[in-house]
Nanobody
Framework: QVQLVESGGGLVQAGGSLRLSCAAS??????MGWFRQAPGKLREFAAA????????????DYADFAKGRFTISRDNAKNTVYLQMNSLKPEDTAIYYC??????????????????WGQGTQVTVSS
């Protein structure tokens, strides 16, 4: 049984940092990503990382709002992906979801491209 379990969310003041973790069990995935959903809004892509499968290198992709502030990384030995979020803003407040897929081609930003999802972790940034 595949499970994605997120952790690391919480309440932080604007300008602060949080590190989200997502541990996958049951199988490994070449692509793992983070999405977020604020109240009344659609779920949106934040970042993703894809292992090359040949070397230890990985490809990454970030939404514009995440570039320069968020960093995605993974520990393949632990089957875990991380999202380091710095310089957080109140508009970053959302439920953050981990997603995983085994995909071919470029990293997808579409939710339909990911077959496995975590339960979500709340991130609240106060002003």
């Amino acid at each position: 049984q595949v499970q994605l379990v997120e952790s690391g969310g919480g309440l932080v003041q604007a300008g602060g940092s949080l590190r989200l973790s997502c541990a996958a069990s049951g199988r490994s995935f070449n692509t793992m990503g983070w999405f977020r959903q604020a109240p009344g809004k659609l779920r949106e892509f934040a970042a993703a990382i894809k292992s090359s499968g040949i070397t230890d290198s990985s490809l990454t992709d970030y939404a514009d709002f995440a570039k320069g502030r968020f960093t995605i990384s993974r520990d393949n030995a632990k089957n875990t992906v991380y999202l380091q979020m710095n310089s957080l803003k109140p508009e970053d407040t959302a439920i953050y979801y981990c997603a995983a897929a085994n995909s071919y081609g470029p990293i997808t930003r579409r939710t339909v491209g990911y077959g496995y999802w975590g339960q979500g972790t709340q991130v609240t940034v106060s002003s």
